[in-house]
């Protein structure tokens, strides 16, 4: 079945360590997304990336990085640098164009301990 | 700037009523596209419809329709007969021409459906 998957659904983090959330797709989209959820806050855009090798920093990219070295998979690392990291995050995807619907994965709750 | 508003936070109502959900947007492109997406309580959003600007046709799809008024700029949801399934949190997004499918989220409302 085609779709996304995110891993892992939690992740506990330590202060001061850095962590790295995984996002696949297999819908051959060449556009991907990272989102965070805060609560009362709706989505806000971290990082995007349109093609292998290419990515832009969104709305709150700060203390954040990503990698697009395939197609199909577009990792996020939350730093140390990153003050208040406990959120819930969604990696999406589409089809390159403003015109398509983006199709989400599961999230990944991350929880700063 | 672009932005999306949704007033309501959270709405309860009893089964097979009738509810409406509220989005108003503001942007100044004058071609974008308008998303409506369901978030269960499992986390993940589902694509609920998408219209483009230069198309104000309201649609129904069986117990959903949208309505949507550029001279209001709203986009507006609304479920007939709700059911309990229906819970779950209702966002919605604007994307405008040339910002590469990036989303602009509403706040989300979060609707209860009590049997």
């Known amino acids: 079945d085609g779709g996304i998957t995110q891993s892992p659904k939690y992740l506990f983090r330590k202060e001061g360590q850095n962590v790295t959330l995984s996002c696949e797709q297999n819908?051959?989209?060449?556009?991907m997304y990272w989102y965070r959820q805060d609560p009362g806050q709706g989505l806000r855009l971290i990082y995007y990336?349109?093609?292998?090798?290419?990515?832009q920093k969104g709305d709150i990219a700060e203390g954040y990085s990503v990698s697009r070295e395939k197609k199909e998979s577009f990792p996020l690392t939350v730093t140390s640098a990153q003050k208040n990291p406990t959120a819930f995050y969604l990696c999406?995807?589409?089809?390159?164009?403003?015109?398509?619907?983006?199709?989400f994965g599961q999230g990944t709750r991350l929880t700063v301990v | 700037a672009q932005k999306v508003t949704q007033a309501q936070t959270e709405i309860s109502v009893v089964e097979k009523e009738d509810v409406t959900l509220d989005c108003v947007y503001e942007?100044?492109?004058?071609?974008?596209?308008l998303f409506w997406y369901k978030q269960p309580p499992s986390g993940e959003l589902v694509f609920l419809i998408r219209?483009?600007?230069?198309?104000?046709q309201n649609e129904i799809s069986g117990r959903y329709s949208w309505n949507f008024q550029k001279s209001t700029s709203s986009f507006n949801f609304t479920i007939t007969a709700s059911q309990v399934v229906d819970s779950a949190v209702y966002f919605c997004?604007?994307?405008?021409?040339?910002?590469?499918?990036?989303?602009?989220f509403g706040q989300g409302t979060e609707l209860s459906v009590k049997p």
């Open positions: 997004a604007l994307s405008g021409y040339n910002q590469g499918g990036k989303l602009i």
């Open positions: 819908l051959n989209h060449d556009a």
């Open positions: 990336s349109q093609i292998v090798n290419d990515f």
């Open positions: 999406a995807s589409s089809y390159t164009g403003v015109w398509t619907e983006a199709f």
């Open positions: 219209r483009n600007s230069f198309d104000e």
């Open positions: 942007t100044r492109d004058t071609t974008y596209y």
